[in-house]
């Protein structure tokens, strides 16, 4: 049990266009999902917390119009990264709290954006 | 959340323990230390969590110290799928936020 997954795993895009990356809660309700970002040789950075129906909270520093985030029901999340850029280029990784037990945070593999 | 201190590497031979040490002498007493570790290029799989006894499940052993300062991470029989950066992270009982990852300890199993 407790298996989050990502879409995709990796995408390449040219600079300007915006891309969407979903978070899924595959056997379990996910009362609150994270989104992260990780640079190379770097840890993880938490970007937003997305509670489902309300709008997600966002770190310092992490524009909340670059980064769009959705969490419309109990199992997904999507983070759309508008106008992208080169330097929003990194592995993006969600995770996921069930309804009970929330202090546990199940991660999704990643999904790998390049910006040409 | 308090802070945690790991090693910035170690090395174990494959077939043999691997002791993971974490230092958390802020920890207050509401707080959870949890394992997260993260293969290559893959999201962090979480291992192992706990407030002040030790625990076990299929994966490892939680070893926390009486006064709670300080923990351990096992890995009874390490394999070459281990190699993997480890994290230790303190938690609040009850917390609901996003995790706050440090550097975390580069375990490489060597064959």
């Known amino acids: 049990g407790a298996v989050v997954s990502q879409h995709p795993s990796w995408v390449i895009c040219k600079s300007g266009t915006s891309v969407k990356i979903e978070c899924r809660s595959l056997d379990f309700q996910a009362t609150t999902m994270f989104w992260y970002r990780q640079f190379p040789k770097q840890s993880l950075m938490l970007m937003a917390t997305?509670?489902?129906?309300?709008?997600?909270?966002?770190e310092q520093g992490v524009e909340k119009d670059k980064f769009l985030i959705n969490h419309a029901s109990l199992t997904l999340s999507t983070l759309t990264v508008t106008s992208a850029h080169p330097e929003d280029s990194s592995f993006y990784i969600c995770?996921?709290?069930?309804?009970?037990?929330?202090?546990?945070?199940?991660f999704g593999p990643g999904t790998r954006l390049l910006v040409l | 959340d308090a802070k945690t201190t790991q090693p910035t590497s170690m090395d174990c031979a494959e077939g043999r323990a691997a002791n993971l040490p974490c230092n958390h002498s802020t920890i207050s007493g509401n707080e959870y230390v949890y394992w997260y570790r993260q293969i290559h290029s893959q999201g962090p799989q979480y291992i192992i969590h706990?407030?002040?006894n030790n625990e076990t499940n299929e994966m490892a052993s939680l070893i926390i110290t009486e006064d709670r300062k300080s923990s351990t991470l096992i890995l009874p029989h390490a394999t070459l799928r281990d190699t993997a950066v480890y994290y230790c992270?303190?938690?609040?009982?009850?917390?609901?936020?996003?995790?706050?990852f440090g550097k975390g300890t580069h375990l490489i199993i060597q064959p």
């Open positions: 995770s996921a709290t069930r309804l009970a037990g929330k202090e546990t945070q199940y």
């Open positions: 997305s509670n489902e129906g309300s709008k997600a909270t966002y």
């Open positions: 706990g407030l002040k």
């Open positions: 992270i303190v938690r609040q009982r009850g917390g609901a936020d996003g995790l706050t």
